[in-house]
């Protein structure tokens, strides 16, 4: 199993995070991430939770021996679910992946919450492991590749969305969490 | 914004997406603000609920059927189904983290 962990902060209040985060693809930083869809939401009348579950679709090469040795092809899926809760300025975001699911499974959880200063904290980790009854070489081969293209994507998606919030903030300095457009 | 799974949905995904977005950015700061109390706050979000449903309730029907179909057409429904089974994650999960103390 990989471990993959980190954090810091994004210098936007946790509001105007959550509303950039739909906001955040397409994105020149993260061009692997080609579709997006909703396929579930809900927008509690009581507590005023906002579930959605979603569907990103990532076009990324992976070597000829994942190829050979577990078919599928640049096409890979994920299933995302996310929860606003404005009354605890909670943010969760769990991810999973839905292609090579036979083989290995790459959970990731993402939390943003207030952080002083009127900044936002941004708190990622991220399990890897392989599901048993793989020849071990094998497994651990696979493994380490998810791990290391993981890394990779979530240092692209730290510089894509800082653009997308500076992007999207940069003139509303001094005016409420709205966009206009 | 980014594509739909197909070509057909984009346009509704985009209708969808934009109606959603601006009932958002109007709904997310008064929900934190309206922290005062239990019941302002449920009234809050049951207006708002219902505000959603009469803006967006609509166009995500129409968007919602199309990418449940491309969803099939893909060979996606029974990887999802499988993901569902396995971790519904019909409520928000506890997390823990280095910047909270452990309860535990």
């Known amino acids: 199993m990989h471990y993959f962990s980190q954090s810091f902060n994004y210098d936007h209040s946790w509001a105007r995070v959550v509303i950039g985060m739909w906001h955040k693809y397409p994105n020149p930083h993260c061009s692997h991430v080609v579709t997006v869809d909703v396929v579930d939401r809900t927008v509690d009348p009581r507590t005023g939770i906002i579930r959605t579950e979603r569907i990103l679709g990532c076009k990324q090469r992976a070597p000829i021996w994942i190829v050979k040795l577990f078919g599928g092809s640049e096409d890979a899926f994920v299933r995302e679910i996310s929860f606003v809760d404005p009354s605890t300025q909670t943010t969760t975001i769990s991810s999973v992946n ?15 919450s207030p952080a002083p200063g009127g900044r936002t904290a941004f708190h990622q980790t991220a399990e890897i492991e ?31 969305f800082t653009d997308v919030l500076r992007q999207l903030w940069e003139d509303a300095k001094d005016k409420p969490a709205h966009v206009s457009a | 914004m980014a594509h739909s799974l197909t070509a057909d949905c984009t346009p509704l995904k985009i209708e969808y997406d934009s109606c959603f977005n601006s009932w958002f950015e109007g709904y997310l700061e008064p929900a934190v603000s309206a922290a005062a109390s239990p019941e302002q706050r449920a009234k809050y979000s049951k207006e708002k609920a219902e505000e959603y449903e009469r803006k967006c309730g609509k166009i995500w029907a129409s968007y919602r059927d199309c990418v449940q179909k491309a969803v099939k057409e893909k060979g996606l429904n029974e990887l999802l189904d499988q993901a569902r089974k396995e971790n519904p994650l019909k409520e928000q999960p506890a997390i823990s983290s280095p910047s909270q103390s452990s309860s535990s």
Do not use: P
């Not at chain 1, 292609?99 to 943003?112: G, H, K, V």
């Not at chain 1, 290391?148 to 692209?156: G, H, K, M, P, S």
């Open chain 1, 130 to 160: 392989t599901r048993m009854n793989m020849w071990r070489s094998a497994a651990d081969k696979l493994e380490n590749w998810l791990a290391l293209r993981f890394e990779q994507n979530a240092q692209l998606g730290k510089v894509g």
């Open chain 1, 98 to 112: 839905l292609s090579l699911s036979q083989f290995a499974t790459c959970n990731e959880m993402i939390r943003y």
